[in-house]
């Protein structure tokens, strides 16, 4: 288990237990990454798999060389465009045919797909060391982590291992957040080790540059934005929809604006008492990244930040307005996904996603959760998991995990692990309700583990292979354990998985179904019962 500490440079690398790398060519030859859960009766299953380089045995990564940059040709020979752009020429991109490979569908499903605005495909130009993924509610949904430091705490490397951390368990995009010291720098280092993509919201580093958020224009936002296109950003959060006259609508919420970003843009619109930067220059942040395909994640800066708040005026007065701006985006080719709340109860969920289908053309929905309630700090991965479930059952496409932390403090190593499976979860649970045609595979393949005692394939084929062994350790560490028929929850007399075994094998040493079985095998003990005497309750002697 000493993969799964970081290594000297405090990166944690080496496969996950039980795994190893695979890869698998598309008809082009184009290398797409698997993870290979190897079973104990000699059979295998492959899965989805975002952990880039870092599980793999035969690479040794250095951060300071950054990945391999495996999509810097991959435009050669073509005038620059979006996936967006090509999509509707009829174009299938090598992002496609390498995505159509890893979502087992077809590439010309997926070009259709990027088309019509129903899934983007995050992949600036300047993060060729990414491995291109999509975001549609008709592909698996995708689970992003948010990392990042804060004015008080955390080193570059620290925010780095985050995200090979976050991505080892299947983060399948990374935020970084950071608003504290050393943005750029922190930046630069998470995007040349990251095979997947980054998004960031370039408004807290625009404010970082000015101090107050009245201070800041139009120019130093601009700038700021160019910056992280440079550098590689693959998606931005752009709050464009916090309008003037929707800032009144939120003064008698119970929590009012939640939103960093949001909060950031009410303030300079009041302060200014004019209308945002964001939406008044909205066509020209089009034509900055759309020469970089970078994709809009527009910014949900009036979600509800409570049960009470929960699908207001205020909130959807700003999903109509984002509705807007992504009619916009698509006619300049920009590709384009709307975020989305918060905090919902769970018999209001299904409206949110019924509304921003109807009004933002059913560009991909991206959630915070949302949480259920907000009765349960320390465990808002649970109530928010509760309703990230539900959303993507719905049709969210892609889910940004919230950590126990939430509410609380900055997530830890711990925190992240725990946000990702919790998502990782919620995301499964809903390719499943969704009937998508590979998700059940693992679900039978881990049943039938379980079924035949097979320990170990039951443990590797989990989300969380290590916290599993270690719990059925904790009373039955020994080896033999492994293959017991039983483990500490029932003892050995009472598995009902046991006796449903011994059922099936009486059944077929005498011939029988196994309703059959049960009948004859009750006869034998009824005949049984009244041969030594037909007493409930046995003379005190006779117990052991
Ligand atoms: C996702 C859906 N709605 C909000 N999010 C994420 O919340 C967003 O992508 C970003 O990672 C984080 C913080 O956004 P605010 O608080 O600036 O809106
Ligand atoms: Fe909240």
């Known amino acids: 288990m000493a993969d799964v500490y970081p290594n000297a440079s405090g990166i944690t690398t080496g496969p996950i237990e039980g795994s190893r790398k695979v890869f698998s060519s598309t008809e082009s030859g184009l290398h797409v990454p698997f993870r290979r859960i190897e079973l104990t009766n000699g059979e295998h299953l492959d899965v989805y798999d975002t952990s880039g380089p870092y599980t793999d045995d035969s690479?040794?990564?250095?951060?300071?060389?950054?990945?391999?940059?495996?999509?810097?040709?991959?435009?050669?020979?073509?005038?620059?465009?979006?996936?967006?752009?090509?999509?509707?020429?009829?174009?299938?991109?090598?992002?496609?045919?390498?995505?159509?490979?890893?979502?087992?569908?077809?590439p010309e499903f997926v070009r259709d797909e990027v088309a019509s605005g129903r899934a983007v495909i995050p992949a600036n130009r300047c993060h060729p060391e990414s491995e291109p993924m999509i975001i549609g509610k008709n592909f698996l949904v995708k689970v992003n982590a948010n990392i990042g430091n804060s004015a008080v705490t955390s080193s570059v490397e620290e925010e780095v291992e985050k995200m090979v951390w976050a991505t080892r368990w299947g983060a399948d995009t990374v935020m970084d957040l950071s608003t504290g010291k050393r943005i750029h720098e922190t930046r630069e280092r998470i995007l040349r080790n990251s095979p997947v993509p980054i998004g960031t919201v370039p408004i807290y580093q625009a404010l970082e540059k000015v101090g107050d958020p009245a201070d800041l224009t139009w120019e130093i936002y601009r700038d700021t934005v160019i910056e992280q296109c440079e550098q590689g950003v693959d998606y931005m959060t752009v709050h464009a929809g916090v309008l003037l006259r929707y800032v009144p609508l939120t003064a008698q919420r119970v929590t009012g604006i939640v939103s960093r970003g949001g909060s950031i843009m009410a303030a300079w619109c009041l302060a200014h008492h004019k209308e945002s930067f964001l939406y008044t220059h909205y066509s020209e942040l089009c034509e900055i990244l759309r020469a970089y395909d970078v994709t809009f994640s527009l910014g949900d800066g009036l979600r509800p930040g409570s049960i009470a708040d929960a699908n207001d005026r205020a909130q959807f007065a700003e999903l109509e307005t984002l509705g807007e701006l992504t009619h916009i985006a698509r006619e300049h080719d920009v590709q384009v996904m709307i975020e989305g709340p918060g905090h919902v109860p769970m018999d209001k969920i299904a409206e949110?996603?019924?509304?921003?289908?109807?009004?933002?053309?059913?560009?991909?929905?991206?959630?915070?959760?949302?949480?259920?309630?907000?009765?349960?700090?320390?465990?808002?991965?649970?109530?928010?998991?509760?309703?990230?479930?539900?959303?993507?059952?719905?049709?969210?496409?892609?889910?940004?995990?919230?950590?126990?932390?939430?509410?609380?403090?900055?997530?830890?190593?711990?925190?992240?692990?725990t946000g990702v499976i919790t998502y990782k979860i919620a995301a499964h649970a809903a390719d499943l309700a969704k009937g998508h045609p590979r998700a059940q595979e693992r679900d039978d393949a881990l049943s039938t583990a379980r079924f035949e005692f097979r320990w170990t394939d039951q443990f590797n084929l989990s989300l969380d292979p290590d916290t599993a062994r270690a719990f059925h350790d904790e009373t039955l560490p020994a080896e033999p354990a492994k293959t017991a028929h039983f483990c500490s929850m029932c003892g050995p007399k009472f598995c009902s998985m046991k006796i449903t075994q011994d059922v099936r094998k009486y059944a077929e040493e005498h011939g029988l179904t196994s309703v059959e079985a049960i009948e004859a095998g009750m006869a034998e003990k009824s005949e049984e019962f009244t041969r030594t005497g037909g007493e409930v309750y046995l003379p005190l002697a006779a117990k052991e």
């Open 352 to 417: 949110n996603v019924r509304l921003e289908e109807e009004l933002c053309g059913e560009a991909p929905f991206y959630t915070l959760g949302p949480l259920t309630t907000d009765i349960a700090p320390a465990y808002d991965h649970i109530t928010s998991g509760i309703g990230a479930a539900m959303i993507a059952q719905a049709g969210t496409a892609m889910l940004c995990y919230v950590t126990p932390k939430e509410h609380l403090g900055l997530p830890n190593r711990d925190d992240v692990k």
């Open 59 to 106: 690479t040794t990564v250095d951060v300071h060389s950054g990945l391999l940059r495996t999509r810097a040709g991959w435009q050669d020979g073509r005038e620059h465009n979006t996936q967006l752009g090509w999509a509707k020429t009829g174009a299938i991109t090598r992002e496609m045919e390498y995505i159509a490979h890893r979502e087992g569908v077809s």
